[in-house]
């Protein structure tokens, strides 16, 4: 069974019309404990009581903003979401939000308006493409890397 049905998936999306919609869409594609929640409030509260699989956070929550929310969650060693996957999705993306999306912890982004296929082809990225958790100084989320590039060195970063 798919790790996501067995947990359930967050919405976070401060309009409430959007949240149900998503979360429409998200139980069409086979997902049945969805939770939304319109404010960054709500969303902390629930993602602070138990582990979810899945956190979807449209980029105009806040404030505390969905980038600082991220960053907030991936940082936090007591928050039993600390590694959950999250997608961000957004109207208007630009190369900057998406960068520094990426760089709170985002694990995929996604620009709306987008399709349930959409929506699912993110999903199954992180299920058939799970990349690993990252703990260092400056970052703490998925790793950022997304292809593995061979220069014909060996791989000189220390392990922890």
């Known amino acids: 069974m798919n790790k996501i049905l067995k947990h359930g998936v967050v919405i976070a999306d401060p309009v409430e019309n959007m949240a149900a919609l998503i979360a429409t869409t998200m139980r069409g594609i086979g997902h049945r404990m969805v939770t939304e929640v319109t404010t960054p409030k709500d969303l902390l509260a629930v993602l602070n009581a138990r ?6 956070i449209d980029d105009a929550m806040g404030p505390p903003d969905a980038i600082e929310l991220v960053r907030q969650l991936r940082t936090d060693f007591d928050c039993p979401n600390r590694t ?4 961000m999705m ?7 939000r ?24 993110r999903i199954a990225s992180l ?17 950022r890397r997304r292809r593995i590039l061979t220069h014909g060195i060996e791989d000189q970063r220390e392990e922890t």
């Open 98 to 121: 998406i960068a520094a999306a990426r760089d709170a912890g985002v694990s995929e982004f996604l620009k709306k308006p987008f399709s349930a296929a959409d929506l699912q082809k």
């Open 51 to 56: 582990s979810h699989s899945l956190i979807v």
């Open 127 to 143: 299920d058939i493409n799970p990349r690993e958790f990252i703990e260092a100084p400056e970052y703490a989320g998925p790793d």
């Open 84 to 87: 959950t996957s999250v997608i």
């Open 90 to 96: 957004s109207a208007a993306p630009d190369v900057d």
